[in-house]
C-alpha cells in the first residue's frame, strides 16, 4: 500500500541547515499527494503528541533561518525499549505512515530502532557539525560550521599580532576532530589538537619557540574538546614557551547563524531524496552524500561505526603550520 500520511522531526543537537531540509520534505511531499506533518521538539515532543499537520506557508522564509523551525530535545529515555514502542503506538494512532528523521547518530539510531524493531518505516538524514557520521561525505551545518570558526580564528589573529600572543581555540567536538583539523586548515593555525591523535605539548613548545625566533608574532592553536580543555592546553605551554596565551571558547555559537549557500543545497537535496525514497518504498537507510551524488545508505552500515579522521589532512595541517 502506498504511504500517503508522513512525519518529520529534528532530534538532538541542532545544525544550521535542518530548516532547508524540512522544507524541502514539506512542499516536496505535498506536491507529491502526501500529508505532512511536523513533530516538534524530536523525540521527545513525539512522546508528548506535539504533531501538527504542516503546509506550503508553514515552512515559507525558513531556509535562511539557523536552528530548527521544528525545535530539538535531547530524549535518553528514547534508548529504553518499552518507550520507542509507546512511539511507535502514537505514530500509528496519528496514521503517520513514514517518518523521516534529522538529526545525529543517536537520533538515527532511534529511527533505525523503530524502523527494525516496531515496524515503523523511516529514512534518516544527517545532521551534524561534527561530520562524524558514517556513510556520508558531508553532513548538514559542517560547512555553516566551518566558516563560523573560520572567520573567529582570523579576528583572533588581529589581536594576536598585535599583542604578539599565542591564542588557544577551543571548538567543539568531543570524540571527533573534524571541526578542529578542518579550522586549523583553514586559517593557518600553527596546531590542531584532536581526540584522535595524541598531543606531545613538549614537540608543540619546541616549534612554537622556533618559529618566534623566525620572526612569527603570532599563533594559534587549535584544540577540539574532546582532547583537552584550552586550560589544560595553555598551562602545558605557557611556563615552556615564555610568553602570554589567551583562551577562547567558542561555543555554540559553532552551531548557530544562517545556513551556507553550500549547507541549503545540500540540505534541500537530501529533503528531497528523503521523500523520493519513501515515495520507493525504500526504508531503513540514510540518505548521504557520496563523492556528490545523493546515496541511500541502509542503517547497518553506518550505526556503530566510528568516522575515522583523515590522516592525510592532519598530516597537511602539521606540514604547512
Same mark, same amino acid.
Given at each position: 500500500m502506498a504511504v500517503k500520511r508522513i512525519a518529520v522531526l529534528t532530534s538532538g543537537g541542532d545544525s544550521p541547515g535542518m @530548516? %532547508? =531540509?524540512v522544507r524541502a520534505i514539506v512542499r516536496y511531499?505535498?506536491?507529491?499527494d502526501l500529508e505532512v506533518y511536523g513533530i516538534f521538539r524530536g523525540y521527545a515532543g513525539l512522546l508528548d503528541e506535539d504533531i501538527h499537520k504542516l503546509e506550503f506557508r508553514d515552512v515559507s522564509g525558513i531556509m535562511e533561518k539557523g536552528g530548527t523551525f521544528l525545535r530539538t530535545a535531547r530524549c535518553p529515555e528514547f534508548k529504553v525499549t518499552n518507550v520507542r514502542d509507546e512511539a511507535a503506538q502514537i505514530l500509528k494512532k496519528h496514521e503517520i505512515e513514514a517518518l523521516v528523521v534529522i538529526g545525529g547518530d543517536g537520533s538515527l539510531h532511534g529511527a533505525a530502532f *523503530? #524502523? %527494525? #524493531? &516496531?515496524? $515503523?518505516? /523511516?529514512i534518516g538524514i544527517p545532521g551534524s557539525i561534527d561530520n562524524d557520521?558514517?556513510?556520508? #561525505? !558531508?553532513c548538514i551545518g559542517v560547512d555553516t560550521? +566551518? @566558516?563560523?570558526?573560520m572567520e573567529a580564528v582570523q579576528k583572533l589573529k588581529d589581536t594576536a599580532s598585535s599583542h604578539e600572543r599565542a591564542f588557544i581555540v577551543e571548538v567543539m567536538g568531543r570524540e @571527533?576532530?573534524? $571541526? =578542529? +583539523? !578542518? /579550522?586549523?586548515?583553514?586559517?593557518?593555525?600553527e596546531a590542531a589538537i584532536i581526540p584522535e591523535v595524541p598531543v606531545d605539548y613538549d614537540k608543540l613548545s619546541d616549534r612554537l619557540l622556533e618559529e618566534r625566533k623566525r620572526g612569527k608574532i603570532n599563533s594559534i592553536i587549535i584544540v577540539a574538546e574532546g582532547a583537552a580543555s584550552a586550560y589544560t592546553v595553555s598551562r602545558h605551554l605557557e611556563h615552556k614557551i615564555g610568553y602570554e596565551t589567551r583562551i577562547t571558547i567558542l561555543g555554540h555559537v559553532q552551531r548557530g547563524g544562517s545556513p551556507s549557500a553550500f549547507d541549503r543545497s545540500l540540505s534541500t537535496? !537530501?529533503? *528531497? &531524496? %528523503?521523500v523520493q525514497a519513501i515515495l520507493d518504498g525504500d526504508f531503513g537507510k540514510m540518505i548521504g552524500l557520496q563523492a556528490n551524488t545523493m546515496a541511500r545508505v541502509p542503517y547497518e552500515e553506518i550505526l556503530g561505526r566510528k568516522k575515522p579522521i583523515n590522516m592525510e589532512l592532519y598530516k597537511l595541517s602539521y606540514i604547512l603550520s
Open positions: @530548516n %532547508a =531540509a511531499g505535498i506536491k507529491s *523503530l #524502523d %527494525a #524493531d &516496531h515496524g $515503523i518505516p /523511516t557520521i558514517f556513510g556520508t #561525505d !558531508m560550521c +566551518l @566558516n563560523t570558526t @571527533n576532530g573534524y $571541526i =578542529a +583539523l !578542518m /579550522t586549523a586548515i583553514i586559517t593557518g593555525s537535496r !537530501m529533503g *528531497l &531524496h %528523503a
